[in-house]
């Protein structure tokens, strides 16, 4: 792939978030009177914006929702940022990226405040240029629309730059700004799922698309 700037989406992509951003769902469910015992129904929540996915997952009015994510917060900022794992073979891809010459971002709708203290506490921040993402009021959680905000603040050009993520949000915001994607097997969209939109490339493994890199 001779693409020179890579847009990495973070949860799923980079780490997997699972524990902490179950863990904090159900908590926001619990401060609502909602049980939900079983971590595993939470895991749809992993990638899509927070907001939207309390009122498709739970049938929340726009106003219950943003109640649903001030809980979830509230447990996320203090414990759940940090209940996560860098997938194996990670930092060694990006060192090796980098060395290749190749710019690199984050481009995720997780609130940019939670991204960079993910990045510094993981200490990957220095593979990036930048890290993006949403801002807390939900500005920019549209994948699409973050996309587009990268690409105007960093003047890249559409044809050398490559989004890689695991979910269909990542490869429909990709071409709504003309970039060719990856999608990644390993992370919480299923096969289905990115095959639906067609992404350019398909590496069921990190190791894969580390291969693919050269």
Same mark, same amino acid.
Request: charged share 25%; net charge negative.
């Given at each position: 792939m001779h693409h020179s700037t890579l847009l990495f989406d973070l949860d799923g992509t980079l780490t997997d978030p699972r524990e902490g951003i179950t863990r904090s769902i159900q908590y926001a469910l619990a401060q609502l009177g909602i049980d939900e015992p079983d971590l595993t129904r939470l895991e749809p929540f992993i990638g899509p914006p927070l907001l939207q996915a309390f009122m498709a997952f739970y049938g929340f009015d726009e106003a219950r929702a943003w109640e649903a994510v001030g809980h979830y917060r509230e447990r996320f900022k203090r414990v759940g940022l940090?209940?996560?794992? =860098?997938?194996?073979?990670?930092?060694?891809? =990006?060192?090796?990226? @980098?060395?290749?010459? @190749?710019?690199?971002?984050?481009?995720?709708?997780?609130?940019?405040v939670f991204a960079r203290e993910i990045a510094r506490h993981f200490a990957f921040d220095h593979h990036f240029t930048m890290i993006y993402g949403s801002e807390l009021d939900g500005t920019r959680? *549209?994948?699409?629309?973050?996309?587009?905000?990268?690409?105007?603040?960093?003047?890249?050009?559409?044809?050398?730059? =490559?989004?890689?993520? *695991? @979910?269909?949000? *990542? =490869?429909?915001?990709? @071409?709504?700004?003309?970039?060719? $994607?990856? $999608?990644?097997?390993?992370?919480?969209?299923?096969?289905?799922?990115?095959?639906?939109?067609?992404?350019a490339y398909h590496y069921a493994t990190l190791a894969e698309l580390r291969a693919a890199f050269g």
């Open positions: 940090y209940e996560n794992l =860098l997938f194996d073979g990670v930092l060694e891809m =990006l060192e090796h990226l @980098r060395g290749q010459g @190749r710019t690199l971002y984050v481009a995720t709708s997780k609130p940019s959680t *549209d994948k699409a629309e973050l996309i587009a905000h990268v690409i105007a603040e960093e003047g890249l050009d559409p044809e050398q730059t =490559l989004m890689i993520g *695991d @979910r269909k949000h *990542d =490869l429909i915001g990709a @071409r709504a700004n003309g970039l060719a $994607a990856v $999608a990644v097997g390993y992370g919480f969209g299923s096969h289905a799922e990115l095959m639906a939109e067609s992404p």
